[in-house]
């Protein structure tokens, strides 16, 4: 039992490095990428006290070198992902009993070190593996997976603060127990924070998680346990095993002791995963928490009174920073006739400054590579279309080369079809369609907005009339979780702006806030009488 009710630190967003020429931070990062470019890492599993190799291996390649190999990592048979499992089982009794403080000292000191000594070896390999800018690797595998620990530990301790009222000669109180089983932790290639979070999150509240990290993301998956290793986790608490999906997910869906899933990645395949568990649910002994966080095909609509600069610059940053490979990135976008010209030259001008797609070593370089070869030909086969179609045109880039890097230039689609392929379609890379409507359309064109996609994730408006922020804000509220008003719609910052959709866009449970770590909780209620009655009758008896 813990002695004392603890304050936590209070947890403040890490500053963002600038890696500005000649500072130490840019030195340290090229240092540390060269190393890794150079040196063949080797990733095991992790499965309780053990690192298993086994043998049965797949290549690590960067996306902007593909020919490059960088390492590899190690796969699991059913086997091994069953003794994961057993790892999480035999973990838990132990990690679920201690103090609450403890956890948190545990995650606290794992932000140190990611702040400190690991920072350049995490973001250096979040440039290799997922081919980020060092600034995009800066403000997600450092800032954010930082911001992430701390915050989550601050709110860790409010949850346990939050208690209900006691009425006279009782007491009530609550426990926010750990789940009943263990936790399904699925992440995705394009954010190293989110992949070190949805475990992470879990485990913090005293959680057992198995954790399979997206296999274009292992390489700085390796860094994240170094990271939680050296942080003091103790063995077995988070289990990371790689492999065959179709066999780990099965092998883990089929188990009476699954109790949650935490998974961020595609529609298709939550919605996949959901109707397995629907399909077990006799077998498990609580009912499965689920949380996703999918797609999204997110919009920025303009209103004649937005600055064109500024409209200009929330397309070209929200649609291609990191290859458009977030899933906020801004992929449809509704220009005003009577501003779109304007907008729309700008839009080019700024493309036109980019270096041409190629590696994040080059700090020049505003652009890498999408993240594998299936995302290269997707793209190739939209671009193409849009190039054949008589509906669409491309309006500026539309190249793409693979023969070093999948490297897909910026584009911009302009379509006289507000119902578009690419208007609705999620596309997952530097391709955004623009739609340009009359400006005394303004309000059918919201309600198109809200109509054409299948997806709630992210959304923005930007126009200088209070009035017209007001309507499209109600007009709006159903199709975005996080809704930006005069800005782009990426960037959610943890502690400031929680993130998450709904629609086909996922359960909207709030990365980044105590709502998520709601999830991940049993509450008991325990009242306690001081003075126990001894007589069944009430007065009105007489």
């Known amino acids: 039992m813990g002695k004392g009710f603890f304050q936590v630190p209070t947890a403040i967003n890490e500053p963002i490095l600038s890696y500005a020429p000649g500072t130490p931070e840019r030195e340290n990062v090229l240092k540390q990428y060269k190393a890794f470019y150079n040196g063949k890492m080797e990733v095991p599993l992790y499965v309780g006290s053990q690192e298993i190799k086994t043998g049965t291996t797949e290549t690590m390649s960067p996306p902007h070198d593909h020919q490059h190999v960088v390492g590899h990592y190690h796969v699991a048979d059913k086997k091994i992902t069953q003794d994961a499992i057993d790892s999480c089982l035999a973990s838990r009794a132990a990690w679920a009993n201690l103090t609450w403080e403890q956890r948190a000292a545990i995650f606290l000191k794992a932000a140190e070190l990611i702040a400190g000594p690991y920072r350049a070896k995490i973001n250096a390999a979040t440039m290799i593996a997922q081919s980020k800018t060092i600034h995009q690797a800066e403000i997600d595998a450092a800032c954010e997976f930082i911001d ?13 603060e939050e208690q209900p009222e006691s009425a006279a000669g009782i007491w009530n109180r609550v426990e926010y127990r750990p789940l009943e089983g263990f936790v399904y932790a699925i992440t995705p290639f394009n954010f190293t924070a989110i992949a070190g979070n949805l475990p992470a999150s879990a485990a913090m509240m005293g959680n057992v998680v198995l954790w399979k990290p997206s296999d274009s993301q292992v390489f700085s998956a390796k860094i994240i346990m170094d990271v939680f290793k050296e942080a003091g986790l103790p063995d077995g608490v988070i289990n990371m095993v790689m492999g065959d999906p179709v066999m780990i997910t099965e092998t ?8 949650g899933l935490h998974f961020t990645g595609s529609t298709h395949v939550f919605k996949e995963l959901w109707k397995q568990i629907g399909q077990n649910i006799h077998t498990y002994k609580t009912y499965p928490r689920i949380v996703g966080e999918t797609g999204g095909k997110d919009f920025i609509i303009a209103h004649p ?10 397309i070209v940053r929200g649609a291609f920073e990191f290859q458009g490979q977030k899933c906020s990135a801004a992929s449809r976008v509704y220009l005003p006739k009577s501003t779109s010209d304007a907008i729309l030259s700008l839009v080019k001008k700024d493309m036109e400054s980019f270096n041409p797609p190629g590696s994040p070593e080059d700090m020049s370089n505003f652009i890498t590579a999408v993240i594998h070869e299936a995302s290269f030909d997707k793209l190739a086969h939209y671009i193409d279309q849009a190039k054949a179609d008589e509906n669409a045109e491309i309006y500026a880039g539309g190249g793409y080369d693979k023969s070093k890097g999948y490297f897909i ?24 369609t623009i739609y340009v409507y009359n400006d005394q359309d303004w309000g059918k064109t919201l309600k198109l907005v809200d109509e054409t996609s299948e997806y709630a994730l992210t959304g923005a408006v930007l126009s200088r009339d209070r009035y017209a922020i007001d309507e499209a804000t109600k007009a709006l509220q159903n199709c975005a979780g996080n809704f930006y008003i005069n800005d782009k719609p990426t960037g959610a910052v943890v502690g400031q702006q929680p993130f998450g959709g709904a629609r086909a866009s996922g359960t909207n449970d709030k990365a980044g806030s105590a709502q998520n770590l709601l999830r991940w909780v049993s509450p008991r209620l325990i009242k306690e009488t001081f003075v126990t009655p001894e007589d069944y009758r009430y007065p009105f008896l007489g």
């Open 148 to 160: 992430f620990l701390r915050f989550n530990v601050e709110y860790m301790s409010q949850i346990y």
């Open 252 to 259: 883990v869906l089929s188990n009476a002791n699954f109790s």
């Open 409 to 432: 230039e910026p584009t911009v689609i302009l379509t006289k079809d507000p119902k578009y392929t690419t208007m609705y379609t999620e596309l997952f890379g530097p391709v955004v």
């Open 305 to 314: 009174t937005a600055k064109p600069e500024q409209v200009a610059t929330a």
